[in-house]
């Protein structure tokens, strides 16, 4: 499935949080969550996704994900709290 989005992951809520671009959110998240792939994600226990922005193509994506790397993590935790006050796991809502 191809739909490009940028996302963000955490441990918690008010955990560790982990910034990712994608063109295949189901396969991607899916990974994350089962630790399939070493790397940040496993190593910090990031497997809730707790903010999700879905894009019309890759290169605006891109462009979110490095804005948001950019970012501070204040600036972060507004944007998750903005749509998702309970840092609740948004899986669920992407696998439909």
């Not at 707790?50 to 950019?70: C, G, P, T, Y």
């Not at 998702?84 to 696998?95: G, M, S, Y």
Request: hydrophobic share 40%; proline share 2%; aromatic share 10%.
């Amino acid at each position: 499935m191809f739909q490009p989005a940028a996302y963000i992951m955490a441990s918690q809520k008010g955990g560790t949080l982990y910034v990712g671009v994608t063109s295949d959110p189901v396969k991607r998240i899916h990974q994350h969550r089962e630790g399939l792939v070493d790397g940040f994600t496993k190593r910090y226990r990031c497997k809730r996704l707790v903010w999700i922005e879905f894009h019309e193509n890759m290169d605006s994506a891109i462009i979110r994900e490095k804005q948001l790397k950019a970012g501070s993590r204040k600036t972060k935790i507004a944007l998750i709290e903005a749509d998702n006050a309970d840092w609740r796991d948004l899986w669920d809502a992407i696998i439909k």
